[in-house]
């Protein structure tokens, strides 16, 4: 199973950016994703994770309101779109896959690395 995340880059803040988790050798249906992000100096935090049927857990407030999540899963991919970006959310994000939302992960991907400013 391999996890790869992608479409990271500067932006300015206010701006939005798309990022996709391509997975290979798992059944994207069968499974949930979820992202994390992991700003210099600080641990890891959960951003999000969107279950199997499509239902979308949010950890803390720092995605609320302004990322949602998509799955394809004919393409084995699924998409953080972020909007109103902030230097905040300066981070290396990353995916990951795991039975349910609730479940401990399974593996990650390469994180892909969000930089906001101006």
């Known amino acids: 199973v391999q996890l790869q995340a992608s479409g990271g880059g500067l932006v300015q803040p206010g701006g939005s950016l798309r990022l996709s988790c391509a997975s290979s050798g798992l059944t994207l249906d069968d499974v949930a994703i979820g992202w994390s992000r992991q700003a210099p100096g600080k641990e890891r935090e959960g951003v999000l994770c969107?279950?199997?049927?499509?239902?979308?857990?949010y950890y803390g407030a720092s995605g609320k309101g302004r990322f949602t999540v998509s799955r394809d899963n004919a393409k084995s991919t699924v998409y953080l779109q972020m909007n109103s970006l902030n230097p905040e959310d300066t981070a290396v994000y990353y995916c990951n896959w795991r039975w349910h939302c609730h479940s401990t992960v399974q593996s990650w991907g390469q994180g892909t690395q969000v930089t906001v400013s101006s």
């Open positions: 969107i279950s199997n049927t499509g239902r979308v857990t």
